[in-house]
């Protein structure tokens, strides 16, 4: 599995982001975060997703120059159109806008309509944490059709993830972040370039039968984690993310991104006690959680935030990507006349 500096992993996609219409600034920003997510360990939210992103320019549902407009405000929210340009730049507007007012008045809400991937939402919770604000999101994506509710014959619903992160100052954010399908979309994607099978239970078939092929996965559709449970945070991350911000009522022509909406909450943990008291309970925990004995087949019990705080100083000098990864992305970027010299 061949393996890349971050740095040169960044500016081989801004490059080509750029070769394909997209402005400067917005490039650099969609690049980081991908390559972020790569960091992160979250490779189903990296790089892998440049082809795709050039396949949904070329089909039209991505406006690569679009900016995020404000459409309407109050002192306590915001709702934010992304103009079907990249969903990346969009959700950090759409996150800071939340974090401003919560500054000010001790709870933000924001939401975001009309907008295409927005990436790995853990990155925008963080975003929300290393401003010393208590970050949520909730992102409804019908569009796509491609889950099970619980007890249903087809699907109906997106993965809809959900993320939460908390600052825990010298225990560090502390972080949720997982789509409510037993796998999420994008990991099906990284198993196929892989060449491995998927969990038994993750998903079926284009006719309804179980499945670990991914390839078979990608034509039929997901399962939701948990069963009930499960399915039952999906259907409410689409009352909020949709529902409550208004997506819903959109015109669905806009491909796998048609009615998608995401909604944000920003808290000032002093809202109730002293924000530096907050953060250092929140990190008290984290560690009271890391010093309990591990179970067996378990090196050390970890904190939610850890998994991606080890893979970044895991991963810091350099990324592997599949070879199949590699590839597609060496054709994406030949294919709009970048030279793909990441290494």
């Keep these: 599995m061949p393996e890349f500096a971050p740095d040169s992993l960044r500016d ?11 402005p400067a600034d917005i490039a650099e920003h969609v690049a980081g975060h991908l390559v972020a997510a790569n960091l992160a360990g979250h490779d189903s939210h990296g790089v892998i997703r440049i082809p795709y992103y050039l396949r949904q320019i070329r089909d039209g549902w991505v406006q690569p120059a679009a900016r995020p407009r404000l459409v309407q ?7 934010i159109s992304g103009e079907w340009g990249f969903g990346h730049p969009a959700a950090a507007v759409a996150m800071d806008a939340a974090c401003d007012r919560a500054g000010r ?6 939401a975001l309509v009309r907008a295409t991937h927005i990436g790995r939402l853990g990155t925008h919770v963080e975003r929300a944490a290393a401003r010393g604000v208590v970050g949520l999101m909730w ?3 019908s569009a796509s059709r491609g889950v099970v509710p619980y007890g249903a014959s087809r699907g109906l619903y997106g993965t809809n993830p959900i993320a939460a992160a908390f600052p825990g100052g010298e225990a560090g954010t502390l ?3 997982y789509a409510t399908t037993a796998v999420a979309g994008g990991k099906v994607m990284v198993a196929r370039d892989r060449g491995v099978p998927l969990p038994e239970g993750a998903a079926v078939d284009h006719e309804g039968r179980p499945t670990t092929d991914p390839m078979e996965a990608l034509r039929g559709s997901l399962l939701p984690f948990g069963a009930h449970k499960g399915y039952a945070l999906a259907f409410f991350a689409q009352l909020l993310g949709q529902v ?4 819903d009522a959109l015109p669905d022509d806009r491909g796998p991104f048609g009615r998608a909406g995401a909604f944000f909450l920003a808290v000032d943990p002093g809202l109730f006690r002293p924000a530096g008291d907050a953060i250092a309970g929140a990190g008290r925990f984290a560690e009271e959680i890391r010093a309990l004995p591990p179970a067996p087949g378990f090196e050390r019990v970890l ?14 000098e350099a990324i592997p990507l599949p070879d199949e990864t590699w590839r597609e992305i060496a054709a994406a970027a030949a294919a709009v006349g970048v030279t793909p010299d990441a290494g």
């Design 175 to 177: 972080l949720l972040d």
């Design 139 to 141: 992102l409804g994506l």
């Design 12 to 22: 081989l996609s801004r490059r080509v982001l750029e070769a394909a219409g997209t």
């Design 244 to 247: 409550l911000t208004g997506a």
């Design 105 to 110: 008045s001790g709870l933000g809400a924001a």
């Design 303 to 316: 904190a939610p935030g850890d998994p991606e705080a080890r893979s970044r100083q895991a991963r810091a």
């Design 73 to 79: 405000e109050s002192p306590t929210a915001a709702l």
